[in-house]
């Protein structure tokens, strides 16, 4: 069983505010992780694919980097805004594993106008 | 482009019927559909991957005669929750890749909710 840790589980704040949140993730045999967005009654949508450590991506004021040597990834978002209210799920691919994506449980933002 | 339908979005059923869930690709060929269950407060349990044309491969713990899965062709895989009970009830959610995706990016359909009673 793959563990797969997303902290906080929940958060809440201000609009303008800058936040980060953390996904952890077994540190061998890693290929892939990535970083979804689902907001309630939609399909998630992808945000990132992260394949090499030391990867900075960015996508507008949401960004997100990766340490695949201490298995972890942080996604930063600058200035939330009320539209980022959304749950944030990252997903690790085990090289090997046949294409399967093992997803944490998710971090739940709430951005308060 | 990359977009994933699922269908119904929420259906409510009494104990013992059948509830089949289509999912479908509507702009790209998908080799291989995957099939998640979401239980309250946690994270996306994969139940079955299934590839066009071929059986599905089923998750440790998963009964493949309660959830069937048939993928008959590259935009179209269905779910089909046989007998159902309410422990069955859950939310029940696909993804779709394509044979040309990169590090095995997925898109996903938004979703069923069902309810048995």
């Known amino acids: ?113 | 482009g990359a977009v994933v339908s699922q269908h119904p979005s929420r259906v409510i059923c009494k104990s013992g019927t059948s509830v089949k869930i289509e999912c479908r690709s509507l702009d790209f060929q998908a080799t291989t559909m995957f099939w998640y269950r979401q239980f309250p407060k946690k994270s996306l349990m994969l139940m079955a991957t299934s590839n066009e044309g071929s059986k599905a491969t089923y998750e440790q713990g998963v009964e493949k005669d309660k959830f069937l899965i048939n993928h008959a062709s590259l935009t179209l895989s269905t779910l089909t929750v046989t007998s159902a009970h309410p422990e069955d009830s859950s939310f029940y959610i696909c993804s779709a890749q394509s044979s040309g995706s990169s590090y095995n990016e997925q898109f996903f359909g938004p979703g069923t909710r069902l309810t048995v009673l």
């Not at chain 1, 399909?43 to 695949?68: H, Q, Y």
């Not at chain 1, 959304?86 to 046949?98: H, M, N, Q």
């Open chain 1, 1 to 113: 069983i793959l563990n797969v840790e997303q902290s906080p589980q929940s958060l809440h704040v201000q609009e303008g505010d800058s936040t980060n949140f953390t996904c952890s993730f077994p540190s061998s045999n890693f290929y892939a992780l990535h970083w979804y967005r689902w907001e309630t009654a939609k399909s998630p949508e992808a945000l990132f694919v992260m394949t090499l450590n030391g990867d900075e991506k960015k996508k507008g004021r949401i960004s997100a980097t990766l340490n695949t040597k201490e298995g972890y990834s942080y996604l930063y978002i600058k200035g939330s805004q009320p539209e980022d209210s959304a749950t944030y799920l990252c997903a690790f691919i085990r090289f090997g594993s046949a294409r399967q994506l093992t997803f944490g449980s998710g971090t739940q933002l709430t951005v308060l106008p």
